[in-house]
């Protein structure tokens, strides 16, 4: 029988044992003493993180693919629009989702500071410009025709400004910015204010709620999709 054979059976290929002779060849000798290490730095926890998956350096804000844990996801970085705008960014929320006898305003759910946050964002620069620039126009805008910021204008004087900036493809050449603007705040708007539980409770929507019973969908629905 050769020596491989031989080998193997003891469970060790020699092939394998070379291996392990020349790998162990150019370690380097460890001294005779070997200094203490130091005392490990006290960290706080990571939740539902595994520790040897954890990033060395965050390069992102929490809740990113930088730190998976969303459980403590929250934005990190500076806010930048100031009172001034926000006050601005309130009363146009309001026009795009107003409270009634159903739920309660966009700006009365935190909507502005949503978009604060999202204009804000690392990376979000070219947004930034687009709702800075397009409270501006607004205030612009008000001034002009009434003599007043956008705010402070009367529920027709808004609607009138909005009127012409709420649907991009028949908006005037000169007010096409404007209406670009008025498309992003209307999406971040609806999105803010509907993934919050007021937002919830005017869809309609039940998750989160245990269910004793669950019938699936009725008749009309199941012969749509071709059930029936």
Known sequence: MSDDSTNLASGVGRRDALKVMAAAAVVPMLPDTVEAAPAPVSREPLPLLDEQQRPV????????????V?????ADWPMKLSLRELTT?????DMIIP???KSPSASAVGAPGYINEWASRPGGEASLVRVRGGLAWLDREAQARFGTR????????RTQICDEICYLPKAKPEHQ???QFFDTIRDQTATAFYTTPAGWKDL?????????TFEGPNAA????????
């Open 150 to 157: 956008f705010h402070l204008a009367t529920h027709a004087q």
């Open 70 to 74: 969303l459980q403590v996801a929250r």
């Open 221 to 228: 629905v199941r012969k749509q999709i071709g059930l029936e």
């Open 204 to 212: 309609g929507y039940i998750g989160n709620v245990a269910l004793p």
């Open 89 to 93: 960014l309130g009363a146009l929320c």
């Open 99 to 101: 409270a009634d006898a």
């Open 57 to 68: 350096k965050r390069i992102g804000p929490r809740g990113t693919p930088s730190d998976p």
């Open 177 to 179: 910015f404007a209406a």
